[in-house]
């Protein structure tokens, strides 16, 4: 598969990465770990090289199956986790506090290392910026963690253009994990430019719009219970019938060119920057498939215009995030 650069980092990964939450939490009961870890293996055969877990997901269980599934390919992939929660206290809304203080980054980084069997984090995100502490002192714990050799890379995840440059301006700043799809295009017009100056590589999560740009998802669909599209205002029934519109626009093309509309939504965001991966998550080998094969569909500038005149047409009904979630996002 074809390398890109993230940014000026000199961290060079696959174009697509892996996001693993969903092998095990998120997308309702939990699925078989020994399929998981063949979905992960056959990720590594097609080439992926950019794994990415978390110490939230699954209350650590994610970095654990993630950790056992690579340790035969250690030198050969890039693991990225993240801190930045309190999963030993109560609690807030039901979702977990907020704790990017340094004795607990350097606390999740030692236990992050041993259940991810590796000697050093090759990208290490803060999961959510924490208004409670100065991101000049989560930069400069990261950056001693680097000097240490327990870190090879420092990442930020849902930050803005202003946290972004003060964390760069501490410790070099690798990636930037957002949202970013043809339904959420928010980070073009806030951040791009500042990725672009500072030479930081943009890693989008739910690049398929948490499912619902393969079009397997409509007004029929039933999400079972823990699923987090339950609670996601994107989906609720109304907002689901309105914005299959965006499904529609992506036909055209995936008929044209004889790909899936998520080869096409996963080719359109490689089109977009070359120092973008994106880390679309599956549980299922057809799809991991599928998805890989988005990095052998290179449109052209032409068609990518199409598909962004079709999309300025379109709203997106409904926030990304239900309120509990949303009160997460501080830029």
Known sequence: MEKRKLGRSGLEVSALGLGCMGMSTGTGPRPDKAEMIKVIHRAVERGVTLFDTAELYGRTDNEKLVGEALSPFKGSVAIATKFGFDLSGPPVAGLPALNSRP??????????????????????????????????????????????GKV????????????????????PVAALQNEYSLWWREPEEAIFATLEELGIGLVPYSPLGKGFLTGAVDQSTTFPEGDFRNSSPRFAMEARKNNLAFVELLKPMARRRDASIAQVALAWILAQKPWIVPIPGTTKLERLEENLGAAELALTPAEVKEINDAASRLEVDGHRYSEANQRYINR
């Open 103 to 148: 004795g607990h980054i350097r606390e999740v980084a030692e236990a992050s290392l041993r259940r991810l069997r590796v000697e050093a984090i090759d990208l290490f995100y803060q999961h959510r910026v924490d208004p409670g502490v100065p991101i000049e002192d989560v930069a400069g714990t990261v950056k001693d963690l680097i000097k240490e």
């Open 152 to 171: 090879r890379h420092f990442g930020l995840s849902e930050a803005g253009a202003a946290v972004i440059r003060r964390a760069h301006a501490e410790q």
